[in-house]
C-alpha cells in the first residue's frame, strides 16, 4: 500500500469515526459552515482498529493530512483528529 492509498484510507476512516462522535451536530446534514468551533476528537488507535492499519501508520498519514484534510492535536504522545476540514471550505 503507498503513502497515498494510506492517506486515502485514514482520510475516510477519520472523517465516519470524526462524524459519528459529534454529538451536538451532524456533519453530513448541517453546512460545514455552521460546524460549531469545539467538536469530539478521534485519536489515532480508533482509526487504526477501523481501518485495520498499523497505529504507526495511521500517525504518518495524519502528519501529512494535518492542514489539508483534517486539524491534528497531540497529547501525550497520541494524535487526535480535533477537526476534519471539508472540502467545500477553502484553506
Do not use: C, N, Y
Amino acid at each position: 500500500m503507498t503513502d497515498d492509498d494510506t492517506d486515502q484510507v485514514v482520510a475516510e476512516a477519520a472523517l465516519q469515526l470524526w462524524a459519528a462522535a459529534q454529538t451536538d451536530f451532524d456533519p453530513f446534514e448541517v453546512p460545514s459552515t455552521e460546524w460549531p468551533a469545539t467538536a469530539v476528537p478521534v485519536r489515532d488507535a480508533d482509526i487504526a482498529v477501523d481501518s485495520h492499519l498499523d497505529v504507526e501508520d495511521v500517525r504518518a498519514a495524519l502528519r501529512r493530512l494535518d492542514g489539508s484534510k483534517v486539524v491534528v492535536g497531540e497529547e501525550a504522545g497520541t494524535l487526535s483528529v480535533l477537526r476534519v476540514l471539508p472540502e467545500d471550505v477553502p484553506l
